[in-house]
């Protein structure tokens, strides 16, 4: 799974291959991890526990996508829309139906998955742009579903949802919040890297490195793109049920252009094919409007640029979007890695030759 | 009869922009998702060089033309030959961070009132009666002229100038193209140069009949699916794609929800990707190959 060290292979057995784990030295950094994540909340702010939700939040939209664009190879720019979707079931099952937590998301996952069906079924006859486009175009679908809905029904500024109740616990505390999105972000990654190494994982990864070649090693190229689609919409329509719970609100506006931009971004600047990029990439994205509103204020521009606090967001990402795909094609985890290899591999350069 | 008024000026709009599409995909595969953008700054080009040069209209409109063909010569010598011979993915996702910058940017530059290009021009949009019941505004007028005169000029340049054949020949096996001693980065800077011209011609006349704001992005977006349906490499497939969705979306409108108006143009889009994804007129085999 992990790459062998720098000093050569050391394993000897199959099964420490496959490890998700790999040294006892990952096994501390781990559990130390733990540590660190349960006691956060007792020791952070109101706001950093804030920021940190929207982490947790967006990190699984984000892992979602990073199976589909950076494992299995497929684009998809339709994304928003999948949150979109998953919100707007939790909120039409809520409004219309009264329908409790434990029914509202499994019901948006099924519809992410029949969605991601829809979304994947283009991918068996395009390639490439074609099937950017369809995921653009099916984004505006289901977007414009959205909408009707909200208009016919009179919620013409959103819909309103009571935070989710687990036998009369009312779910609204940040804290609790937090430790939800953390076991669901956990369950997210931990998922995915389950399946990344198992068949289905390394089928996405023959069909992104070619397709005529995945086909002829006898793989079925037409179910590993579904499989790769239905997974990342279930998974990113649930990301969207929970942030419907999360805001207690769903409306249409919420899921613009941009936010799909935003999920590419993290896939992009994390670094395409690794689900440490997805999750370094959501820490980058999602603080970034907060770092550049940080620094306006310390310069004594907060004032003016409140009003267009937006546009600053947006060339900034696109700044930072160009920058990277053109400086640093290999995102936050090349840079990761490379830092990694130079302490590893110190006082040389680069490994020694025969290695 | 107002209907096919409103069908023709449409069309006229979304083959204008969507050229833009074609001669970009067709000279280098680069689907430039950033052309509502670039459109948008033609606009907001012809409303800053029409408060610069006032009282001088015709010097203010050339200007701007000037300026949209250098602003996506820029686009290319900056950005985009960075992204020539890397993959499509990279390609398609440096235009759209492209698009966000140049949203934004203009955002910060221009403000988010409404600007009306026409009126700094000391010009008036009249509104001119057309056979009986139907009436078109100048500016409408205008642009379906202008949009017939654009694909006239593009043939001729295409078929027979020799920057034209060249252009055709890069499109075609940019490889051998360059052995014969073409110079790839001029032909798609040109590319550039000519899609932004295009698109900021079309997004200074609709500015000159609406006013210029940031909701032209999503007019530049839907006239993608009048490229695509025509075939992304068929300049005719654009002007046939573009009368499609555009009738399509004037009766919908119609007869049926105005609050369709968004979405028509991709229901379209989809409807061909399902049926024939290289278009009416594209080319087939292009499509197995990326």
Redesign the interface.
């Known amino acids: 799974m992990s790459a062998p060290p720098a000093s050569g292979y050391f394993r000897t057995s199959y099964e420490r291959d496959d490890a998700l784990v790999d040294t006892r030295a990952q096994r501390l950094w781990l559990a130390a991890f733990c540590v660190a994540a349960a006691a956060f909340p007792v020791l952070a702010g109101a706001f950093a526990l804030e920021l940190a939700n929207q982490v947790l939040l967006t990190s699984i939209g984000a892992v979602a996508l990073m199976l589909l664009t950076g494992y299995a190879g497929q684009i998809s720019l339709g994304h928003a829309g999948l949150l979109a979707a998953g919100a707007f079931t939790t909120g039409v099952l809520f409004k219309e139906f009264g329908a409790p937590f434990w029914v509202t998301l499994p019901g948006s996952a099924l519809v992410g998955a029949a969605i991601g069906l829809v979304f994947g079924l283009p991918s068996l006859r395009l390639r490439g742009l074609y099937l950017a486009v369809s995921t653009l175009a099916l984004h505006f679908l289901v977007i414009h579903a959205g909408q009707e809905y909200e208009t016919r029904r009179g919620h013409s500024t959103g819909v309103v949802i009571d935070p989710p109740e687990i036998g009369g616990w009312a779910l609204n505390d940040p804290t609790a919040w937090y430790f939800v999105l953390l076991v669901a972000a956990a369950a997210t990654v931990l998922f995915s890297l389950n399946l990344l190494r198992s068949k289905t994982g390394r089928a996405w990864r023959a069909i992104h490195g070619r397709e005529a070649v995945a086909e002829a090693l006898g793989i079925d190229v037409k179910a590993a793109k579904l499989s790769a689609f239905v997974v990342s919409c279930t998974l990113t329509s649930i990301a969207g049920c929970l942030f419907a719970y999360y805001r207690g609100f769903v409306s249409s506006e919420a899921f613009s252009l941009f936010l799909t931009i935003q999920y590419v971004a993290t896939v992009i600047i994390g670094g395409i094919g690794s689900v440490l990029g997805a999750i370094l990439g959501t820490f980058f994205v999602v603080l970034l409007p907060y770092a550049i509103e940080a620094l306006a204020a310390a310069v004594g521009l907060g004032e003016r640029l409140s009003a267009v606090v937006f546009a600053v967001n947006y060339a900034a990402f696109g700044l930072v979007m160009i920058a990277f795909l053109v400086f640093e094609p290999q995102g936050l985890v090349g840079i990761w890695r490379r830092v990694q290899a130079w302490f590893l591999l110190w006082p040389f350069k680069q490994k020694p030759a025969g290695k | 009869m107002q209907l096919a008024v409103n069908i023709a000026v449409l069309a006229a709009i979304y083959a204008l922009i969507s050229c833009g599409y074609v001669l970009i995909y067709r000279v280098s595969r680069v689907?430039s998702l950033a052309h509502g953008e670039l459109m948008m700054l033609g606009a907001y080009g012809l409303a800053a060089t029409a408060s610069l040069f006032t009282g001088h209209p015709l010097v203010a409109i050339a200007a701007s033309a000037v300026l949209a063909l250098l602003i996506g010569v820029l686009v290319y010598v900056v950005?985009m030959w960075?992204?020539t011979g890397e993959s499509?993915?990279?390609a398609?996702?440096?235009t759209?961070?492209?698009?966000?910058?140049?949203?934004?940017?203009m955002?910060?530059v221009f403000g988010?009132q409404t600007r009306y290009p026409l009126e700094e021009l000391g010009w008036t949009n009249a509104s001119i009666a057309v056979g009986g019941t139907a009436r078109i505004s100048a500016a409408g007028l205008v642009l379906v002229v202008g949009t017939a005169t654009v694909y006239g000029g593009l043939f001729v340049f295409l078929r027979a100038s020799r920057w034209g054949i060249r252009m055709r020949a890069a499109g075609q096996n940019p490889l051998l193209a360059a052995q014969r001693g073409i110079r790839l980065h001029g032909i798609y800077a040109l590319a550039w140069g000519l899609a932004t011209f295009t698109g900021g011609m079309a997004g200074m006349l609709i500015a000159c009949d609406a006013g210029v704001e940031s909701t032209l992005v999503t007019i530049g977006l839907k006239a993608?699916?009048a490229a695509?349906v025509g075939g992304?490499d068929s300049l005719l497939g654009a002007l046939v794609g573009a009368w499609i969705v555009a009738s399509a979306e004037v009766l919908l409108i119609n007869y049926v929800d105005p609050?369709?108006s968004?979405?028509v143009p991709?229901?379209v889009?989809?409807a061909m990707?399902?049926v024939r994804?290289w278009g009416l007129f594209g080319t087939r085999e292009e499509?197995d190959r990326?």
């Open positions: 689907l950005l960075r992204m499509v993915l990279a398609v996702l440096a759209i961070a492209l698009g966000i910058l140049l949203r934004g940017t955002t910060l988010t993608f699916p695509l992304l609050l369709l968004d979405v991709f229901f889009l989809l990707l399902v994804p499509l990326v």
